[in-house]
C-alpha cells in the first residue's frame, strides 16, 4: 500500500475510535496515489445469512447487487465512489460488537438481539445510537421459534421435559420464548429444568448425540433440524403467543450523514421483497446456494402461505415483541432494571421506509397488502378447483422440478401421489397447514384426523387427539393416511396410529 494512503487509512481508523463519527470517508487515490477527486464512501452491512429472516435484507441484495442499483449518484453524490463490504455471522452479539466498534453501518437481527444493540449503543455509543429502520420478516405470534428434541425421544410436550436439560441461544428471541413457554406450562425455569446455553451449530450437534434433552432456537433450526431427519418439533413459538421478528437497525451517525443510502438500501429490500413473492422457488433455491439452508425450508419460512410474513412496516407487534424483550431480558439480568419497555417507541424510525416507499411510488396500505396476499392460491394441480382456503391446502416440491405443486386439499395432495409416482416423481417435501392455526408444517412429520369428508393435519399429537375425540374418530401419522388412500380413493375412516 502506498505510504500516503496507509497513513490516510490508519488516520482515518484512530478518528473513528475515538470520535465515534460517522462511516469512514475520504478521497480516492489510483494505484500512483494520486487525488482521482471522488470521494469514497464506506457501506458495511452485517447480516446473518443462516438465518433465513434476514435474507432480503443480506443475501438477496448482496447477490443480486439491488442496493447498486438504488445508490445515489446525482447531488452531493455526484462525484462518489461506494464501498461496500457484507460480512455475515451466525448469531447478533458479534454483530453488536462490530457496530459499536464503527465496523458495520447496518445490521440485521431479531427482537431480542436487537433490544441488547440498542441499549448497548445508550450505554457506551459516545453519543451514536443504532435505529431499528425496517422489519425484514416477522410471525405476529411467535411462529419460528420452536423446541426439538431428539427424533426418537420420547418426549412429546414441553411438561415432560420437566427435570431435563434444554439447550437455548442466550440472549436470543429463543430464549424469551421458552422462558415464557415454561411458565405458562407451570414450570419454573430455574427449579424445574436445566438451561444451558448453546448455539445453533452446537445444539444440532447435541441432539444427534442425545447429549441435551431438548433444544430451542429460532429460525430456522425449529423446522432445519426436523427437514434433516436428526429431530422432531414438540413446540412452536407460535404457541407463546406473543409476536417476533427480524428487523434492521443502522447507527445514526452513518443514517443522519447519508440518509439517501439509508433509503436506497430500504428500496433494495422492498425489491428483494418482490422477487420473493414473484418467484419463490427460483430465491429459495438461490439462497440454498448462498447459505447452505435448503431450499424447501427457505420456502416453508417465506414462500406463500409461509411461517413468516415479509413486511418491511414497524407495526404494533414489534414494538409488542421489544417490550417483551426489555421486560425478559431484565428479569434473567440481562439488561439495567432502569430501561422502561414503554421506551422502545423512540427506537424505531421509520422515515426512511416512508421516503423508501414514496419514491418507488407504493403506499403504506399496499405493503400490508402485498404480504397479506402472499398466501397459496390457483387451481388445485388435481382437480383444476380454485384454492379458496390456503389453511386447508397442500403442496408437493418435486425433485428436479422448478415449481411447487398446489392442491386445495390434504385428500387430493394423497391422491395426487401415487400419480406421481408412476410417472417416476418423487417428492422432496410436502407442506400441509395445522387445522386450528394454519402453520404450515412438514406433511410427514405431522399428525392426521378424518373430520367427515375433510382431513385435517397437526403438529402436535395431542391436539390431534383432542380434535379426533370430538369427530369421534382416530390419529393417523402421514404413513397411516398414505395406507388409507391406497385401499379407497374415498377415505372411509382413519385407522389409528
Same mark, same amino acid.
Given at each position: 500500500m502506498?505510504?500516503?494512503v496507509?497513513?490516510s487509512?490508519?488516520? %482515518?481508523?484512530?478518528?473513528?475510535?475515538?470520535?465515534?463519527?460517522?462511516g %469512514? !470517508?475520504k478521497?480516492?487515490t $489510483?494505484?500512483?496515489g494520486?487525488?482521482?477527486?471522488?470521494?469514497v464512501?464506506?457501506?458495511?452491512?452485517g447480516? &446473518?445469512d443462516?438465518?433465513i429472516?434476514?435474507?432480503?435484507?443480506?443475501?438477496?441484495?448482496r447477490?443480486?447487487?439491488?442496493?447498486e442499483k438504488?445508490?445515489?449518484k446525482t447531488?452531493?453524490?455526484?462525484?462518489?465512489?461506494?464501498?461496500?463490504?457484507?460480512?455475515s455471522y451466525?448469531?447478533a452479539?458479534?454483530l453488536?460488537?462490530k457496530?459499536?466498534? $464503527?465496523?458495520?453501518?447496518?445490521?440485521?437481527m431479531?427482537?431480542?438481539?436487537?433490544?441488547?444493540?440498542?441499549?448497548t449503543?445508550?450505554k457506551?455509543?459516545n453519543?451514536v445510537?443504532t435505529k431499528?429502520?425496517?422489519t425484514?420478516?416477522?410471525?405476529?405470534?411467535?411462529?419460528?421459534?420452536a423446541?426439538?428434541?431428539?427424533k426418537?425421544?420420547?418426549?412429546k410436550t414441553?411438561?415432560?421435559?420437566?427435570?431435563?436439560t434444554i439447550?437455548?441461544?442466550?440472549? !436470543?428471541?429463543?430464549?424469551?420464548?421458552? #422462558?415464557k413457554? #415454561?411458565?405458562?406450562?407451570?414450570?419454573?425455569?430455574?427449579?424445574?429444568?436445566?438451561?444451558?446455553?448453546?448455539?445453533?451449530?452446537?445444539?444440532?450437534?447435541?441432539?444427534? =448425540?442425545?447429549?441435551?434433552?431438548?433444544?430451542?432456537?429460532?429460525?430456522?433450526y425449529?423446522?432445519?433440524?426436523?427437514f434433516?431427519?436428526?429431530?422432531? =418439533?414438540?413446540?412452536?413459538g407460535a &404457541?407463546?403467543?406473543?409476536p417476533?421478528?427480524?428487523?434492521?437497525v443502522?447507527?445514526?451517525?452513518?443514517?443522519?450523514a447519508?440518509p439517501?443510502?439509508?433509503?436506497?438500501?430500504?428500496?433494495?429490500?422492498?425489491?428483494?421483497? =418482490?422477487l420473493?413473492r414473484?418467484?419463490?422457488e427460483?430465491?429459495?433455491s438461490n439462497?440454498?446456494?448462498?447459505?447452505?439452508?435448503?431450499?424447501?425450508?427457505?420456502?416453508?419460512?417465506?414462500g406463500?402461505?409461509g411461517?413468516?410474513?415479509l413486511?418491511?412496516r414497524?407495526?404494533?407487534y414489534?414494538?409488542?415483541?421489544?417490550k417483551n424483550?426489555?421486560t425478559?431480558?431484565k &428479569?434473567?439480568?440481562?439488561?439495567?432494571?432502569s430501561?422502561?419497555?414503554d421506551?422502545?417507541?423512540t427506537?424505531?424510525?421509520?422515515s426512511?421506509?416512508?421516503?423508501?416507499?414514496?419514491e418507488?411510488g407504493?403506499?403504506?396500505?399496499?405493503?400490508g397488502?402485498?404480504?397479506?396476499?402472499?398466501?397459496?392460491?390457483?387451481?388445485?394441480?388435481?382437480?383444476q378447483?380454485?384454492?379458496?382456503?390456503? =389453511?386447508?391446502?397442500?403442496?408437493?416440491?418435486?425433485?428436479g422440478?422448478d415449481?411447487?405443486i $398446489?392442491?386445495?386439499?390434504?385428500? $387430493?395432495?394423497?391422491?395426487?401421489l401415487?400419480?406421481l409416482k408412476?410417472?417416476?416423481?418423487?417428492?422432496s417435501?410436502?407442506?400441509?397447514?395445522?387445522r386450528?392455526?394454519?402453520w404450515?408444517?412438514?406433511?410427514?412429520k405431522?399428525?392426521y384426523v378424518q373430520n367427515?369428508d375433510?382431513v385435517?393435519?397437526f403438529l402436535?399429537?395431542p391436539?390431534?387427539?383432542a380434535?379426533?375425540?370430538?369427530?369421534?374418530?382416530k390419529?393417523?401419522d402421514?404413513?397411516g393416511?398414505?395406507t388409507?388412500y391406497?385401499?379407497?380413493a374415498?377415505?372411509?375412516a382413519i385407522?389409528?396410529k
Amino acid at each position: 500500500m502506498n505510504s500516503i494512503v496507509r497513513r490516510s487509512a490508519v488516520s %482515518c481508523l484512530i478518528t473513528v475510535s475515538l470520535l465515534f463519527s460517522s462511516g %469512514c !470517508s475520504k478521497e480516492a487515490t $489510483n494505484s500512483s496515489g494520486a487525488d482521482t477527486g471522488k470521494k469514497v464512501v464506506r457501506i458495511s452491512i452485517g447480516t &446473518q445469512d443462516q438465518t433465513i429472516n434476514t435474507v432480503t435484507g443480506g443475501s438477496v441484495i448482496r447477490e443480486g447487487k439491488l442496493l447498486e442499483k438504488y445508490l445515489p449518484k446525482t447531488g452531493k453524490y455526484a462525484n462518489t465512489e461506494y464501498k461496500i463490504e457484507w460480512s455475515s455471522y451466525t448469531s447478533a452479539p458479534p454483530l453488536t460488537n462490530k457496530m459499536l466498534a $464503527n465496523q458495520i453501518d447496518i445490521g440485521m437481527m431479531a427482537d431480542f438481539p436487537s433490544t441488547i444493540n440498542i441499549t448497548t449503543f445508550q450505554k457506551k455509543g459516545n453519543g451514536v445510537k443504532t435505529k431499528y429502520i425496517a422489519t425484514l420478516a416477522y410471525s405476529p405470534n411467535g411462529a419460528g421459534n420452536a423446541v426439538v428434541v431428539p427424533k426418537d425421544s420420547p418426549y412429546k410436550t414441553l411438561q415432560d421435559l420437566k427435570g431435563k436439560t434444554i439447550s437455548v441461544p442466550f440472549g !436470543s428471541s429463543a430464549h424469551g420464548m421458552i #422462558l415464557k413457554s #415454561l411458565k405458562d406450562a407451570g414450570i419454573d425455569p430455574q427449579k424445574d429444568v436445566t438451561l444451558v446455553s448453546q448455539s445453533p451449530e452446537v445444539g444440532g450437534s447435541s441432539l444427534q =448425540k442425545s447429549q441435551i434433552d431438548a433444544h430451542a432456537d429460532f429460525v430456522p433450526y425449529g423446522e432445519l433440524f426436523p427437514f434433516r431427519g436428526f429431530a422432531r =418439533k414438540i413446540l412452536d413459538g407460535a &404457541q407463546a403467543g406473543t409476536p417476533t421478528f427480524h428487523g434492521v437497525v443502522v447507527r445514526s451517525d452513518f443514517a443522519e450523514a447519508n440518509p439517501e443510502i439509508v433509503v436506497a438500501y430500504l428500496k433494495a429490500v422492498l425489491e428483494a421483497n =418482490k422477487l420473493f413473492r414473484e418467484q419463490p422457488e427460483v430465491v429459495a433455491s438461490n439462497i440454498q446456494k448462498w447459505s447452505g439452508i435448503e431450499k424447501e425450508v427457505v420456502y416453508m419460512f417465506l414462500g406463500p402461505s409461509g411461517i413468516q410474513k415479509l413486511d418491511p412496516r414497524i407495526q404494533s407487534y414489534q414494538l409488542t415483541a421489544l417490550k417483551n424483550s426489555v421486560t425478559t431480558l431484565k &428479569q434473567i439480568g440481562k439488561l439495567d432494571a432502569s430501561v422502561n419497555p414503554d421506551d422502545v417507541a423512540t427506537w424505531a424510525d421509520d422515515s426512511y421506509l416512508k421516503q423508501a416507499t414514496k419514491e418507488l411510488g407504493v403506499s403504506e396500505a399496499e405493503l400490508g397488502t402485498l404480504a397479506d396476499q402472499n398466501v397459496i392460491g390457483g387451481k388445485d394441480a388435481l382437480t383444476q378447483e380454485p384454492i379458496t382456503e390456503p =389453511k386447508l391446502a397442500a403442496q408437493v416440491w418435486v425433485k428436479g422440478e422448478d415449481k411447487v405443486i $398446489n392442491f386445495a386439499s390434504i385428500e $387430493n395432495m394423497v391422491t395426487a401421489l401415487d400419480k406421481l409416482k408412476k410417472e417416476g416423481k418423487t417428492p422432496s417435501v410436502m407442506f400441509v397447514h395445522d387445522r386450528t392455526n394454519g402453520w404450515k408444517l412438514f406433511a410427514e412429520k405431522s399428525f392426521y384426523v378424518q373430520n367427515g369428508d375433510e382431513v385435517a393435519a397437526f403438529l402436535l399429537e395431542p391436539d390431534a387427539q383432542a380434535f379426533a375425540e370430538k369427530a369421534g374418530t382416530k390419529v393417523a401419522d402421514f404413513n397411516g393416511l398414505q395406507t388409507l388412500y391406497a385401499q379407497s380413493a374415498q377415505p372411509a375412516a382413519i385407522a389409528a396410529k
